[in-house]
């Protein structure tokens, strides 16, 4: 490995470019040809200092996008500068090959779930098919017969010991990868776009414009057709790319517990009642799909089945065409070809073996060391022992000599090789491809370019996309000068819409619970800010007195219990124990739950915002919660510092639409909830509190230089309580957030035009904001600073109405409890 510092011709690169099988390797071969000279001539004609800034902006990219991040935040792979150029001659090959592959895996999708002639015919054993996972026997006679199996499907390929691209795997149940390519090309068109100048390659657009057009169904149920983009959840490890590329295709990501099935069709929940949908890009493992005839998993969206079989949604792809990613098909690819199609392999099928025949079981067993096993009875498991013990082995020879019937095998290919920039240097990685056909009414289409993976082993690129590795664009000569981009030209006619597009009752479920836990770990955190201080400054008599209603408010603002103590280090213990792992009730479990509120609506927050979080979660993992009181109070500082943050990073990105609507709403709903329970323990439970504590309450809702402009240095309930709890000039206070509220409760979506006057949240709006009009400030304290039980009633009924509204929005807009249902529906 030579460190690149100067500019570097073509000839010299060649002399020490390290790459173990010349012959083998991608661009050695062609180095001076036109293309691959002009792309690397160019890139290594800027020297290694270049290289390496443009390499940073490549990843930064990457981040600014968002899929390249699991669901931990963490990137799972990089973007290399270099792209792979392939030679138009070969790729006409592989897209007639992949055209060819993907007509004949829909035929025998089409036979096994109908008629099922090439089982009875013995062209595909049965057991191969009725013992696999992937084959589901609800999907029999899903499709109506104008439908395809196969709307797209996904091939990894790669290069054999002959030099010839392969296909060693399919994948039709989740094809990821496309949002990768969309990503990985709009990063380089950013950050090298002098690279289009030497080299005219085919665009991406004209396929994902097809791709939305192959899902609009014939006769839609609406003018504007609604397309989603159903996905498994946050946790999903593709997830992030799901969001990213139903952004781009301007699809509705939708989860399974944002559908419903009514009058034989699946509709989404949306915050303006259902919606029909019109078409599925299932991103979801077929098993999980609908809950009501496959697995019972939640995941899914029940009666999806249903709609499919009575022709109301196109779906790409349907349940139980996972059976061609299993690889039980592979073995057979060669005879299905001639039966099916009476037509050779265009593009050869990587060399494969089901054991259940015993000469190719012999073959497996032999040869193992040389084979990816699949076990058929699990889904997408896949067994390498190449780099295991031979005891390893033979444990795994057992397992197919019981019941070899379950494995299928394959054999490991070489692949080869690529230039990579990796640590300011050009070095040597095995490549594989992963590219997609779409099904068209007229002809098919394959992807020009498509998901390059390198990797410094080959077997970790023939296990599937959890692994880390390194991405590259890939890239094919344009011979008509095609000037179709990705993006949006500034003299293209465009129709304009500040739409936010159709929210699912869903995210703005999330949305509202984000707005409600990101409050309730501000205030405990203020509260806990607000106490510490005193334990160092009050004598030992004052401090229970004192620290007990911050306390008990810190510790059960997330539902915990606060056991009564008269020992002030007890109550020390209590409120810095909120920091440790093992409290269920715990600040680091508020955390946890607006982390995955936040996750879950990954797709409507800023890169900026995601970073923050970040910092956020470390601060609270690594609070010092047995440490000095000086320590704990920075941290606090830190905390509340970021979550200032992130509330400002979101009011100056997020559009001012329904969105960020329902995420204020509840954090307007905690605030005032929480408010009113400070209020009632330090002045009700608690009454006559001492001038350290209503000190500390005023600093803990930011409002003690307020109180000193009015007030100067006397503190006194009733001012107090009317600053925090009836002044709607005070940011924190009630009376400010129910005006707030009135006001956001007035905008959400209108629910049915036939109902006349005020609905439920807003019939509670109306009487919370009277309530607080109309109190009369003097009855609730007396002089001497005793609360009356009008000052309890009120709290309390405050406390009842926020709960009661908080009940009505969910019933109302993410549940849909009220929407009107004709007799005979029900």
């Known amino acids: 490995m030579t460190r690149l510092d100067a500019p570097l011709s073509l000839d010299a690169l060649r002399q020490i470019y390290a790459c173990p099988s010349p012959e083998r390797d991608e661009w050695l071969p062609r180095w001076d040809q036109p293309g691959w000279s002009d792309v690397l001539g160019w890139l290594m004609g800027q020297g290694g200092d270049a290289l390496g800034a443009l390499s940073s902006d490549l990843q ?24 792979w150029l392939f030679d138009l001659q070969e790729w006409h090959t592989i897209e007639a090959g992949l055209i060819q592959r993907r007509e004949l895996l829909s035929r025998v999708l089409k036979d096994l779930y109908g008629p099922q002639t090439l089982l009875r015919d013995g062209i595909l054993p049965p057991e191969l098919i009725y013992r696999n996972a992937g084959f589901l026997l609800p999907c029999h006679d899903l499709l109506p017969e104008a439908m395809d199996w ?30 990768y390519v969309l990503e990985n090309r709009l990063a380089i068109n950013q950050v090298v776009p002098e690279l289009t100048q030497h080299f005219d390659k085919r665009h991406l657009a004209a396929f994902f414009k097809d791709f939305q057009r192959a899902l609009v169904p014939q006769t839609p149920y609406a003018s504007e057709p609604l397309i989603g983009l159903l996905t498994r959840n946050y946790r999903d490890s593709q997830y992030f790319e799901h969001a990213f590329l139903a952004n781009y295709l301007d699809l509705a990501l939708v989860h399974g517990a944002d559908l419903m099935f009514r009058e034989g069709r699946i509709w989404l929940k949306t915050l303006s009642g259902l919606q029909p949908v019109d078409a599925l890009i299932r991103y ?24 499919i079989r009575q022709g109301n949604l196109v779906c790409a792809n349907p349940p139980g065409a996972g059976l061609v990613d299993s690889g039980a098909l592979l073995p057979f690819m060669e005879k299905l070809c001639r039966h099916l199609l009476d037509e050779d392999l265009l593009l050869p099928s990587v060399p494969a073996y089901w054991c259940g025949d015993p000469e190719h079981c012999e073959i497996v067993l032999d040869e193992l060391i040389d084979m990816v096993v699949h076990d058929l009875a699990v889904p997408d498991q896949r067994i390498s022992f190449a ?69 410094e082993q080959a077997l970790q690129l023939q296990l599937g996309l959890t692994s880390r590795f390194t991405a ?78 911050l306390v008990e408010f810190a510790c059960t603002i997330n539902g915990g219990v606060f056991m009564p103590t008269e020992q002030e280090d007890e109550l020390t213990h209590q409120l810095t124990s909120l920091f440790l792992y093992e409290r269920k009730d715990g600040l680091l479990s508020v955390l946890q739950a607006l982390i995955m509120n936040a996750q879950s609506v990954r797709e409507f927050f800023s890169e900026d915002t995601w970073y923050v979080l970040e910092r956020l979660q470390n601060a609270l993992n690594q609070f010092p919660a047995r440490g000095s009181v000086s320590r704990m109070d920075r941290a606090l500082d830190e905390i509340i510092l970021l979550q200032s943050a992130i509330y400002g990073l979101n009011n100056e990105t997020m559009s001012r639409t329904q969105t960020l609507r329902f995420m204020d709403i509840g954090q307007h709903i905690e605030r005032a909830q929480q408010t009113t329970a400070l209020l009632h323990k330090v002045f009700v439970k608690y009454p006559q509190p001492g001038s350290n504590l209503m000190e500390a309450v005023l600093r803990m809702a930011d409002t003690l230089m307020t109180y000193r402009r009015r007030y100067r240095t006397e503190l006194h309930p009733v001012a107090i309580i009317d600053l925090l709890l009836l002044d709607e000039g005070t940011p924190r206070s009630v009376g400010y ?37 109309l109190v009369d400030l003097e009855a609730l304290v007396s002089e001497q600073g005793e609360p009356s039980s009008q000052l ?35």
């Not at 309890?792 to 405050?798: M, P, V």
Request: hydrophobic share 40%.
């Open 60 to 83: 930064h990219q990457l981040r600014e996008h968002g899929a390249t991040f699991d669901p931990q935040h963490q990137q799972n792979r990089t973007l290399d500068l270099f792209p």
């Open 387 to 455: 780099n295991a013990s031979r005891r390893e082995r033979a444990a795994l020879a057992e397992r197919i000599k019981a019941d070899p019937q379950r494995f299928v095998a394959r054999r490991i290919l070489p692949l080869s090789t690529v230039p990579v920039w990796q640590k300011q240097s050009v070095q040597c990685r095995f490549a594989s491809l992963r590219t997609f056909v779409l099904h068209q009414a007229k002809h098919d289409q394959v992807l020009p370019g498509g998901l390059a993976r390198c990797h």
């Open 150 to 179: 196969l709307v797209t499907l996904g091939c990894d390929l790669g290069r054999d010991a002959d030099g010839r691209m392969t296909v060693f795997g399919d994948c039709s149940q989740s094809p990821g990868g496309m949002g």
């Open 737 to 773: 957030q129910c005006a707030r509220l009135k006001r956001q409760v007035s905008l959400l979506p209108e629910r049915d035009s036939t109902l006349t006057g005020l609905n439920a949240e807003q019939r509670l709006m109306v009487e919370l904001v009277s309530l607080l009009q």
């Open 792 to 826: 309890d009633e009120l709290l309390t009924r405050i406390n009842n109405l926020l709960t009661k509204l908080s009940e009505a929005i969910t019933l109302a807009y993410f549940n849909h409890a009220d929407i009107p249902r004709p007799i005979d529906d029900v």
């Open 284 to 307: 979801m493992p077929d098993h999980l799909s609908d809950p009501l005839e496959l697995d019972s998993d939640i995941a899914g969206s029940p009666g999806l089945l249903q709609a």
């Open 472 to 549: 590259k664009d890939v890239w094919l000569q344009s011979p008509d000068g095609d000037s179709v981009s990705l993006l949006h030209s500034a003299l293209t006619k465009v129709r304009l819409s500040r739409k936010s597009g159709l929210l699912p009752s869903r995210v703005a479920d999330h949305l509202f619970w984000l707005g409600r836990y990101s409050e309730r770990l501000n205030l405990a955190c203020r509260a806990m800010r607000a106490a510490l201080p005193l334990i160092s400054t009050l004598t030992r008599d004052e401090q229970v007195r004192t620290l007990t209603p």
